[in-house]
């Protein structure tokens, strides 16, 4: 055999075995992260419960569940750490990809709430008694059926008009169906349609502002936004910075792995 094909040969051995290696990355659990290549979506709790308890972890903060998703598929990381919902609808896109379920997680849920800045009582109160009025009058009910349907079909309700002079800005990250994401050219989802209904009952128009879920609390103290409403978890470090609302839905953490 010529040198040449020797090469040739070893080399191919070597990227098989690589290849085989990588492909060997088994993860069933949360018991099986230690080590692992982990991606996150920056600022959400999921990044931070993986820093708190995933030993010897490679971490991996992304702008949105999907660009972390894409490195999972490309193979330069092997998990994601993602909410149920966003989780769900990454992996309906890309069918090679599948969600691990964990009791840790099932047994932890997270209450969604809106969060607005520290001592804008007279927003608070509007805002709960919005939630309030939802879940008594059965609107609640039907939001949830026209943004989580059992049949995974999505039907997107008309904008909620007002007429009010003044502004209210609803700061939010357009990455998170079915909460918020853009269709088309419009930032819709199950937070945005609950903003619409906010700004009307306030008497105030509604401006939606997406930017990164990390910048969200910042631009909230800075007033560049008057309450946030983005899937965000009620948590002991953000009751420090925001005041929040009524809880409005619970959600638990998943594993995003390769099938």
């Not at 991996?60 to 998703?69: I, R």
């Not at 009010?164 to 050219?185: D, I, M, Q, R």
């Not at 619409?196 to 128009?205: C, H, L, V």
């Not at 008057?226 to 929040?244: H, L």
């Amino acid at each position: 055999m010529k040198k040449s094909m020797i090469i040739t040969a070893a080399l191919a051995a070597v990227f098989a075995f690589t290849a085989c290696s990588k492909s060997k990355v088994e993860i069933n659990s949360v018991a099986d992260l230690a080590g692992k290549k982990i991606g996150v979506q920056a600022g959400t709790t999921g990044e931070a419960w993986v820093q708190d308890n995933v030993a010897d972890v490679q971490l991996s903060s992304f702008k949105t569940g999907m660009d972390a998703a894409l490195d999972l598929k490309n193979r330069a990381i092997d998990a994601v750490i993602l909410d149920e919902l966003p989780a769900k609808a990454i992996v309906e896109r890309n069918p090679e990809l599948q969600i691990i379920r964990d009791s840790i997680f099932t047994n932890n849920k997270e209450a969604y709430a809106i969060a607005v800045k520290k001592g804008n009582a007279e927003l608070l109160s509007s805002i709960n008694n919005t939630i309030a009025s939802m879940k008594e009058s059965g609107e609640y009910e039907k939001l949830v059926n026209a943004f989580m349907p059992v049949d995974g079909k999505i039907t997107i309700p008309a904008n909620v008009a007002a007429d009010g002079s003044k502004v209210v800005k609803l700061g939010t990250n357009a990455a998170f169906p079915p909460f918020e994401y853009v269709e088309g050219k419009n930032i819709v989802g199950f937070d945005i349609t609950m903003g619409q209904i906010i700004a009307k009952n306030a008497g105030m128009k509604l401006e939606v502002v997406d930017m990164a879920f990390d910048s969200l609390i910042p631009a909230l103290q800075s007033g560049t936004i008057d309450f946030i409403a983005a899937g965000m978890s009620v948590n002991e470090e953000r009751k420090k910075n925001v005041d929040f609302s009524e809880t409005y839905f619970e959600s638990e953490q998943v594993i995003i792995v390769r099938k």
